[in-house]
């Protein structure tokens, strides 16, 4: 995840694969300022978590206190695994830099509590190195998979077409109105109901289907054309209607008047051919965008197994 490449690049943690959790899943392991630190990632999820090793014989105050006192780490949940290790979650900001910011001042609020009370850094966390995945110290108890288990897995995995479909169907049926009621009003920002549809419509698909193949753009695309065009002949109906209510005109006129229009009055037809045309040129470009990022994020394992090799 692109959300969390600066745990690599600026904590020098690395990377491990999880297979049990879904698509995209990662913990990031090492040291932070010389404490056992991981973090555990997924795209799917809502949350971050970061779980560090800590001890201290005697203690005056609980460390869990000291933790829920701080002003930073008031709006996270913490939780004590052991007597020498803890977790703290937060929500994912929506921006990579607001995520990197937040977890910046999490670390610094905790490992400055952590050494000011005199924690021992110096724990291991397991008994062998490469049982450290298993998180067995941090009451994890999930069942961990290679990514070639994880690969196999995931082919074995069934599409569904239909449900996804659905999905997306109803989403564009979201950003039909959105576009009428735009065009109605005239706010000039009839393009931003396909710049969200894009992005929804990636999103709903993958959740519904349960999973994203090479075919699955073109069974979206093909819905998402349809809904901008079906879309920009109601918005003319509407916008006509609304323009001439006041002189009698009814809804039922202007669905029965408007197409025949569309078609044979050039001028009409070139505002609508120019119309479609934008608000289908801004959809194909942040739906190729969307489903690229979605697809990179599915396929994420494949890469980390290349570079394990």
């Given at each position: 995840?692109?959300?969390?490449?600066?745990?690599?690049?600026?904590?020098?943690?690395?990377?491990?694969?999880?297979?049990?959790?879904?698509?995209?899943?990662?913990?990031?392991?090492?040291?932070?300022?010389?404490?056992?630190?991981?973090?555990?990632?997924?795209?799917?999820?809502?949350?971050?978590?970061?779980?560090?090793?800590?001890?201290?014989?005697?203690?005056?105050?609980?460390?869990?206190?000291?933790?829920?006192?701080?002003?930073?780490?008031?709006?996270?949940?913490?939780?004590?695994?052991?007597?020498?290790?803890?977790?703290?979650?937060?929500i994912i900001p929506t921006f990579i830099s607001s995520n990197k910011k937040r977890f910046d001042e999490i670390i610094e609020a905790t490992i400055s509590i952590l050494k000011k009370n005199f924690y021992n850094s110096n724990v291991i966390l397991t008994e062998k190195e490469e049982e450290f995945s298993n998180f067995e110290n941090f009451n994890y108890k999930e069942k961990f998979k290679s990514p070639e288990e994880v690969k196999i897995d995931y082919d074995n995995r069934k599409e569904n077409i239909f449900l996804g479909i659905l999905g997306v169907i109803g989403v564009s049926l979201l950003a039909m109105i959105a576009h009428i009621i735009c065009d109605i009003i005239d706010s000039?920002?009839?393009?931003?109901?396909?710049?969200?549809?894009?992005?929804?419509?990636?999103?709903?698909?993958?959740?519904?289907?349960?999973?994203?193949?090479k075919k699955s753009p073109i069974y979206i695309f093909i819905v998402l054309i349809i809904s901008v065009f079906i879309a920009t002949v109601l918005s003319f109906i509407f916008s006509?209607?609304?323009?001439?209510?006041?002189?009698?005109?009814?809804?039922?006129?202007?669905?029965?008047?408007?197409?025949?229009?569309?078609?044979?009055?050039p001028e009409v037809r070139d505002l609508f051919i120019?119309?479609?045309?934008?608000?289908?040129?801004?959809?194909?470009?942040?739906?190729?965008?969307?489903?690229?990022?979605?697809?990179?994020?599915?396929?994420?394992?494949?890469?980390?197994?290349?570079?394990?090799?």
């Open positions: 995840m692109k959300k969390f490449d600066f745990l690599e690049t600026e904590y020098h943690l690395e990377k491990k694969y999880l297979g049990f959790t879904g698509k995209g899943s990662f913990t990031y392991s090492g040291k932070i300022k010389n404490f056992s630190t991981v973090v555990k990632v997924n795209p799917d999820w809502k949350n971050c978590f970061i779980t560090i090793q800590a001890q201290k014989d005697n203690e005056e105050i609980a460390l869990i206190d000291l933790l829920k006192r701080n002003e930073v780490l008031k709006e996270t949940n913490i939780t004590i695994n052991d007597d020498s290790s803890f977790t703290i979650s937060y000039g920002y009839t393009f931003a109901a396909y710049i969200l549809l894009a992005s929804a419509s990636c999103y709903v698909y993958k959740q519904l289907a349960g999973k994203i193949s006509f209607y609304y323009f001439y209510r006041d002189g009698g005109v009814l809804l039922s006129e202007a669905f029965q008047e408007v197409p025949p229009v569309i078609i044979n009055d120019n119309n479609f045309l934008i608000n289908a040129g801004v959809l194909i470009l942040c739906f190729i965008i969307a489903f690229y990022r979605i697809f990179k994020e599915e396929m994420e394992y494949l890469k980390f197994k290349k570079s394990r090799k």
